[in-house]
């Protein structure tokens, strides 16, 4: 299997997409991880797997439109692998597995069948179970690796902190050529509004030099202004709250002038087309419920 990975917006050639088959249903308030399932749990409006099979498959057949190879997860028999995102890393040629919450650690055996086919000195785990990393909270920018974190002292009592400072350390010994730059991200366990659960949550580069970004996600105010002046303020789409809770910042880039987003995310979508990107629109709005969207939804394998 080949991999490279360098940015989040060249050509893609492959990539995972996750599956809602046998998702186990509705959870229960105390076994779901994030505060926005939580709220639909509480108003009876939890999505329907059919529901979100459809969702996913349109994306799978805009893929197809672009000749993109997709692999889905085995299913694993009531189990949520809808956010592949989450469970692995490629940077450059190397397939990185995730040290996830343990709600999700069996989600990465749904992509074995995948791992299987790379070079074992491709495939790198970190040993220790204190270092924490999610993929979704990882954002590459060429010779730029972009982490999101957690360094609040709750730390261990915070469902929705996915990436310690370990985690940080340990991507950053794997790749010492390239510049690792973390960012202190608000967490809350109760107001999705206020939860910026991953990096690509509340961040994410578009195009060969720009990106959207929502500014209150970023716990300090340097870290925000890092980004500012790496892309320049008016290469930058700042989101709304609002935007940010119904997940704009996490559409999937296809090329540096394709991007897969959400079919209500009107302002987005009209800036994305004025700056010349194609915007192929899917529905979203029911697996944006769980707290992730496209982005989340996907595990790119190989890009030009
Ligand atoms: N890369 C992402 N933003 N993933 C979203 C994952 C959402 C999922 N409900 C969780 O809490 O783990």
């Not at 009107?266 to 979203?284: A, D, M, P």
Request: proline share 3%; aromatic share 10%.
């Amino acid at each position: 299997m080949k991999l490279n990975i360098q940015n989040e917006t060249s050509r893609l050639r492959s990539v995972v997409l996750g599956t809602a088959n046998s998702t186990g249903g509705e959870p229960k308030i105390e076994e779901a991880y994030d505060p926005k399932s939580i709220e639909h749990i509480k108003a009876g409006t939890y999505p329907k797997e059919l529901d979100m099979i459809a969702e996913m498959n349109a994306v799978a057949r805009i893929f197809e439109k672009y000749d993109v190879d997709v692999y889905r997860p085995q299913t694993i028999e009531d189990y949520n692998q809808i956010f592949t995102r989450d469970i692995a890393i490629v940077i450059e040629d190397k397939f990185i597995k995730s040290n996830m919450i343990p709600d999700r650690s069996k989600e990465i055996d749904g992509i074995q069948y995948l791992i299987d086919d790379i070079s074992p000195n491709n495939v790198c785990t970190a040993v220790s179970g204190n270092t924490h990393f999610e993929g979704g909270d990882i954002v590459l920018h060429n010779d730029h690796i972009f982490i999101g974190t957690y360094k609040g002292d709750d730390y261990d009592n915070c469902i929705v902190a996915r990436t310690n400072m370990n985690g940080v350390a340990y991507i950053r010994e794997l790749f010492p050529n390239k510049i690792v730059k973390e960012f202190d991200l608000k967490k809350s366990t109760i107001d999705p509004k206020n939860n910026a659960l991953h990096l690509d949550c509340c961040f994410q580069p578009v195009g060969k030099n720009k990106a959207i970004i929502h500014k209150e996600a970023f716990k300090n105010k340097e870290d925000y202004q890092y980004l500012v002046d790496f892309f320049g303020n008016e290469n930058l789409f700042h989101i709304t709250k609002k935007e940010m809770y119904h997940m704009n910042s996490n559409v999937f880039s296809i090329d540096d002038n394709v991007v897969i987003s959400e079919k209500n995310f009107t302002r987005l979508n009209n800036w994305l087309r004025s700056i010349n990107i194609t915007v192929e629109e899917v529905n979203y709005a029911e697996i944006a419920k769980q707290e992730g969207l496209i982005r989340c939804s996907t595990l790119p394998l190989l890009r030009d």
